[in-house]
């Protein structure tokens, strides 16, 4: 199994630059969502889906853009870099619903450190 | 809105030893779900434990275990019989209806031999 996917772990932008980091899971989860991770921050939701189709904001969605036109794939996608996104991105995934085993548990993927220049 | 508050960003504790790593949030709704997951340095994280809020009985994986008062809004970890593989920074987690979910600041847990 390869739970949640994210590409690519490192990246460093200048400012202005755009990107997109990928983010792919097999497990057939219907939530989706991106994190960022700063020192003393903990973890803030930036954007998240309850299915294909479907995404809304978090705390802190400005400056980033996502979709969800399956239910295997979220990207998330930085329009014009800015020194205040350097961070640590996760991606994480879960089942909805109580009573299914597992159901509201995220599973992460590994990360990726974007810095901007 | 809802917050979750860890106040303490670092802890140790001696190797075979108990410790208990605090977190308190904050919500007006009644049905919810709360986790503590563990990061370790290779930045992986990784689920320790759930508590529904519905479920009175304490939630307990193997060594660690959980203290959830509903009522004072308080979901405290403790593990027991310490081990090196337990160093790591541990978040809390609150989980709304409408599955957003919120983390703590984090406590970072050192093991000392």
């Known amino acids: 199994n390869a739970g949640v996917t994210q590409t690519p772990k490192f990246q460093v932008l200048k400012t202005g630059q755009s990107m997109t980091l990928q983010c792919a899971q097999d497990?057939?989860?219907?939530?989706m969502s991106w994190y960022r991770q700063d020192p003393g921050m903990g973890l803030r939701l930036i954007h998240y889906?309850?299915?294909?189709?479907?995404?809304d904001q978090g705390e802190v969605p400005n400056g980033y853009n996502v979709s969800r036109s399956t239910t295997e794939d979220f990207p998330l996608r930085l329009l014009s870099a800015a020194p205040s996104q350097t961070s640590v991105y996760f991606c994480?995934?879960?089942?909805?619903?109580?009573?299914?085993?597992?159901?509201?548990?995220?599973?992460f993927g590994a990360g990726s450190r974007l810095t901007v220049l | 809105a809802q917050t979750v508050t860890q106040s303490q960003p670092e802890m140790s504790v001696q190797e075979a030893e108990t410790v208990t790593l605090s977190c308190t949030y904050d919500?007006?709704?009644?049905?919810?779900?709360l986790f503590w997951y563990k990061q370790p340095p290779s930045r992986q994280m990784i689920l320790v434990i759930r508590?529904?809020?519905?479920?009175?009985q304490n939630a307990t994986e193997n060594r660690f275990s959980v203290n959830f008062q509903k009522a004072a809004k308080s979901f405290s970890l403790k593990i027991s019989d310490s081990q090196l593989g337990d160093a790591a920074m541990y978040f809390c987690?609150?989980?709304?209806?409408?599955?957003?979910?919120?983390f703590g600041t984090g406590t970072s847990l050192t093991v000392i031999p």
């Open positions: 994480a995934s879960s089942n909805l619903g109580q009573g299914i085993a597992g159901a509201n548990v995220l599973t």
């Open positions: 497990m057939n989860h219907e939530y």
């Open positions: 889906s309850v299915g294909a189709g479907i995404t």
């Open positions: 919500t007006s709704e009644s049905d919810y779900y």
């Open positions: 508590q529904e809020a519905y479920k009175q």
């Open positions: 987690a609150y989980r709304r209806t409408g599955n957003q979910f919120y």
